[in-house]
């Protein structure tokens, strides 16, 4: 049984920096795709950013070079660095697994494991 906990988010002022965590119980070293999402209500799950079982990585084009995912394969742990935070970034925050693939890709359908999500408010 595959449980993601995600932690870290809040509440910043614009320009503000968060750090989100999800601490998994697999192994992260051999997961082949994990990644960060969020979702406001009434609209759809947006893939935020994925990083692959080789530490390659993939980004939404709204957070590239102020967001940056990585993984601690010794503590099982998915980050994601979030700066320059906009109040569009304000979303609830999920963290999501696939064991195998070809491709590591930031669409929702594609993951088979969720944690229950953080929510990240920039004001």
């Known amino acids: 049984h595959v449980q993601l906990v995600e932690s870290g988010g809040g509440s910043v002022q614009t320009g503000g920096s968060l750090r989100l965590s999800c601490a998994a119980s697999?192994?992260?070293?051999?997961?082949?795709?994990m990644g960060w999402f969020r979702q406001v209500p009434g609209k759809e799950r947006e893939g935020v950013a994925v990083?692959?079982?080789?530490?390659?990585?993939d980004y939404a084009d709204s957070v590239k070079g102020r967001f940056t995912i990585s993984k601690d394969n010794t503590k099982n742990t998915l980050s994601l660095q979030m700066n320059s935070l906009k109040p569009e970034d304000t979303a609830m925050h999920y963290c999501a697994s696939r064991r195998n693939g070809l491709e590591c890709l930031r669409d929702p359908d594609y993951f088979a494991h969720w944690g229950q999500g953080t929510q990240v408010t920039v004001s």
């Open positions: 697999i192994d992260t070293y051999s997961t082949y795709c």
């Open positions: 990083i692959d079982r080789d530490g390659v990585t």
